[in-house]
């Protein structure tokens, strides 16, 4: 891992030489701090053009941990002609670990309102099968341990004796698979937790327009696009209070917010499905944050970048 920065750059120099030779590049826009960012810095360098560096998550709560990587990271946050963190929690840590007054301008992701967008429930739940008086829980998330399904499996089944006619559904494959499908059966949901599988992203409407309430059970986030997503079809969300989550959720109308814990998952999603939603409210909140909003926020920053790297270089030049 300590070396993958520098041979992403080694194997990535060649073809960017070559494509800045036909036309030339203005700035490189890398996403991930490692190691793309650090991969790109490195190009970057080499050809004089500038790098910006976004942060998505794992790459700013996880990978600085370890040993040899951490200063890596360090090195191409001061490095960077400009930065981007998905969220405020991201850019807090990324000072943090630079160990300076950094410029980090915070660019949440969106949603493809295109592709998202409300199908009525019944229609949904026909034509995924699912039957009309179930109360469905959704979880979109790929099975490995950050993402929480322990968690909510042990959640799940004290929802399930509250309320009997719950089902969960959890879309996504991961090394978890197994043991979390053994831990469904021990906890006797064998029956009321359906393992879907992977589901193109394409198909995740239905869904969510299916759902009584979608949940995401993490431990890390940097700005989840489930939530987004979810929202966008007029499904509220329950998520652990972590990261970026609750700069999404920011009011109570959206979504709940809880601890990850089996408690504070269970006291949530049966307050969930005991509320009554808006729904307009939900999709409304997702429409002010479209791609093309996340694209235009993007573009004015790069320019801002631009032109002060350009007035710095002319009043250099016109130095005596």
């Known amino acids: 891992m300590p ?19 036909v036309e030339p590049f203005d700035l490189i826009d890398a996403h991930f701090v490692y190691p793309d960012g650090a991969a790109a810095l490195l190009v970057g360098k080499a050809l004089g053009i500038p790098t910006v560096v976004s942060a998505r998550g794992s790459d700013i709560h996880f ?70 008086n179930e109360r469905v829980l959704l979880c979109v998330a790929s099975l490995v341990p950050v993402k929480g399904h322990e968690v909510l499996l042990r959640a799940f089944q004290r929802v399930r004796t509250a309320i009997p006619e719950s089902r969960l559904y959890l879309i996504g494959e991961g090394v978890l698979r197994s043991s979390l499908e053994d831990l469904a059966a021990s906890l006797g949901l064998r029956d009321r937790v359906r393992f879907v599988g992977s589901c ?25 696009n489930v939530v987004l997503e979810s929202l966008a079809c007029g499904t509220p969300v329950v998520a652990t209070r972590v990261w970026g989550t609750p700069e999404i959720l920011r009011s109570p109308e959206l979504g709940l917010l809880v601890e990850q814990t089996p408690e504070g998952l269970a006291e949530g999603l049966q307050a969930a499905l005991s509320t009554k939603w808006d729904a307009a409210k939900l999709i409304s909140c997702a429409r002010q944050r479209d791609w093309s909003v996340v694209a235009s926020e993007l573009q ?17 030049g016109a130095d005596p």
Request: proline residues 5%; hydrophobic residues 45%; glycine residues 6%.
């Open 3 to 21: 070396l993958h920065a520098r041979l992403m750059a080694l194997g990535s120099m060649s073809v960017v030489r070559r494509l800045h030779a």
């Open 300 to 316: 004015s920053y790069f320019q801002e970048l631009l032109g002060s790297l350009a007035r710095k270089t002319h009043r250099v």
């Open 63 to 132: 990978h600085p941990r370890f040993r040899f990587v951490r200063p890596q990271i360090r090195k191409t946050l001061l490095g960077a002609a400009g930065r981007i963190a998905v969220c405020d929690a991201l850019r807090d840590e990324m000072l943090r670990i630079a160990g300076a007054a950094l410029d980090v301008r915070v660019i949440g992701n969106g949603v493809d309102l295109q592709r998202f967008f409300p199908l009525g429930q019944s229609e949904a739940r026909q034509s995924l099968r699912i039957p009309a």
């Open 200 to 224: 193109p992203n394409t198909h995740l409407r239905a869904w969510y327009s299916a759902a009584d309430v979608t949940v995401l059970a993490s431990s890390r986030e940097g700005w989840p």
